[in-house]
T-cell receptor, first 114, second 116 residues
Framework: GAGVSQSPRYKVAKRGQDVALRCDPI?????LFWYQQALGQGPEFLTY????????KSGLPSDRFFAERPEGSVSTLKIQRTQQEDSAVYLC????????????FGPGTRLTVT | AQTVTQSQPEMSVQEAETVTLSCTYD???????LFWYKQPPSRQMILVIR????KQQNATENRFSVNFQKAAKSFSLKISDSQLGDTAMYFC?????????????WGLGTSLAVNP
């Protein structure tokens, strides 16, 4: 089926605005991951879901970051009161139960905070 | 905590030649996975090759192969017969084998340019 999709692909926000980033994983994939990739850096883990349960949110940089996956499929990463340091590409990945070591990535959402 | 180090920020190679990208890592785990991912300018991250730490045999995928040295905690990627489409950022990544959370720990990446 279709791969992982993310929307919007690009988002410009003024400092202080709230943003919501969406991830549609591959159908049937149990696990969903969010990563943050700053310019010129490698991705960094933010949070992980298994179905609707958020099992690890240790990578979220502050309480302004919030993620949910209420029905175990689509996930939303919300950033409140955006700051310039939040500017990055936000990558979503999903994996199946059988091949949990293999993550499939979406194209990312490039967030620019001005 | 696990760390992944890629010491070559940029590399270049002539088309059809061979290039090796380096990666070292640190972990106290005995079982784990190592990966090389490719991120072309379009930014979609693509899995290139995977190595399971308990396997002694080095993984190969067509023109891509790894040199996995577990004792030295080294995991280099060799690209043979380089093609223009290999131009991309290459990331080395680590994943624990045990437990439910299969989060990836990433290096900073190596930017590879294949020149015609």
């Amino acid at each position: 089926g279709a791969g992982v999709s993310q929307s919007p692909r690009y988002k410009v926000a003024k400092r202080g605005q709230d943003v919501a980033l969406r991830c549609d994983p591959i159908s049937g994939h149990v696990s969903l991951f969010w990563y943050q990739q700053a310019l010129g850096q490698g991705p960094e883990f933010l949070t992980y879901f298994q179905n609707e349960a958020q099992l690890d949110k240790s990578g979220l940089p502050s309480d302004r970051f919030f993620a949910e996956r209420p029905e175990g499929s689509v996930s939303t990463l919300k950033i409140q009161r955006t700051q310039q340091e939040d500017s990055a590409v936000y990558l979503c990945a999903s994996s199946s139960d059988r091949r949990s070591y293999e993550q499939y990535f979406g194209p990312g959402t490039r967030l620019t905070v001005t | 905590a696990q760390t992944v180090t890629q010491s070559q920020p940029e590399m270049s190679v002539q088309e059809a030649e061979t290039v090796t990208l380096s990666c070292t890592y640190d972990t106290s785990e005995n079982n784990y996975y190592l990966f090389w991912y490719k991120q072309p300018p379009s930014r979609q991250m693509i899995l290139v090759i995977r190595q399971e730490a308990y396997k002694q045999q080095n993984a190969t995928e067509n023109r891509f192969s790894v040199n996995f040295q577990k004792a030295a905690k080294s995991f280099s990627l060799k690209i043979s017969d380089s093609q223009l489409g290999d131009t991309a950022m290459y990331f080395c990544a680590f994943m624990k084998h045990a437990g439910n959370n299969r989060k990836l720990i990433w290096g900073l990446g190596t930017s590879l340019a294949v020149n015609p």
